[in-house]
């Protein structure tokens, strides 16, 4: 299902990091996020997860600013559509996928706090009081700089290859794009910009023309993250990271689709299909 690209600074040869150094993880509430953390509580010393509560308000008043009302009015309907059709429709593929998986949420095993923002003080102040070697972050808002500035590093599980597929839906964008072969996930250092930080590992998914759909991708490309992420805690921790940028794609940031664009992705799907 994966296709591995180059890992700098990370390989499974590093030697063991200390066990007791903490990481905390900062995430949105899903399935896949709780796969995230159970990977990594196997692995390291989680001493705290804190998890950001949606702000759809905030993020609609964005996308109006950035975009304009006409654009997020079709956005709307899409999400409709997705809501009515695709989840359900997708739903067989994206249980084998999680099959036997640990989907467990956290709490009662791990620390854990909900707030509304992660740029909030009970965030800052659980950061000062771990002082964490490494935050993992998955699918919060963007963290402000003064958060950023009380941890060494901050990495974020990122599915889209970047710098071409920053934003969302990154692997469903590659599609539409006719560039199936980019559908994959990014492990990097958060900066203050949009997925923007410098790259610590990237893996590329297998797309089935067949069964995939707008809701399957991610989940492929969450799940070949998270050795990626392992790698990079790893490499965090031994003090071994060696990130990098890529100098052969433009950069480019993604919203959530419209009808037409979800169009374009079913034909290039068909013309995967018709090409095998």
């Known amino acids: 299902m994966a296709n591995e690209l180059p890992v700098v600074g990370a390989t499974h040869a590093s030697p063991l990091p200390n066990e007791t150094q903490p990481i905390m993880v900062l995430a949105k509430r899903s ?10 509580a196997e692995r390291f010393n989680v001493a705290q997860v804190i998890f950001e509560a949606p702000n759809t308000r905030k993020m609609l008043r964005y996308r109006l600013r950035t975009l304009g009302a006409w654009v997020v009015a079709q956005q709307m309907a899409f999400l409709v559509y997705d809501r009515l059709v695709i989840r359900p429709r997708s739903r067989p593929l994206i249980a084998q996928l999680l099959a ?25 102040e659980r950061l000062n009081a771990i002082q964490p070697a490494a935050v993992v972050v998955s699918g919060t808002g963007i963290i402000a700089r003064r958060v950023l ?10 599915v889209g290859i970047t710098p071409r597929y920053r934003g969302v839906h990154g692997g469903f964008w590659a599609v ?52 990626l992420m392992t790698q990079a805690v790893n490499a965090t921790l031994n ?38």
């Open 176 to 227: 539409v794009e006719g560039r199936p072969e980019l559908a994959g996930t990014t492990v990097h250092v958060i900066d203050p910009g949009v997925d923007t930080g410098a790259i610590l590992g990237q893996a590329t998914i297998t797309i089935d023309p067949a069964f995939d759909t707008f809701r399957t991708l991610p989940v492929k490309q969450y799940l070949v993250g998270l050795d």
């Open 31 to 40: 399935d896949t996020t709780y796969l995230l953390i159970n990977h990594l």
């Open 149 to 158: 500035a009380l941890a060494p590093t901050f990495i974020n599980i990122h």
């Open 239 to 276: 003090s071994t990271l060696a990130p990098f940028q890529r100098d052969d794609l433009d950069s480019r940031q993604w919203f959530s689709p419209t009808p037409a664009d979800y169009l374009a992705f079913t034909r290039h799907l068909r013309n995967m299909l018709d090409s095998r």
């Open 100 to 124: 036997g998986r640990n989907l467990r949420p956290p709490d009662g095993r791990i620390p854990t706090l909900d707030v509304d923002s992660v740029n909030g003080p009970a965030v800052s």
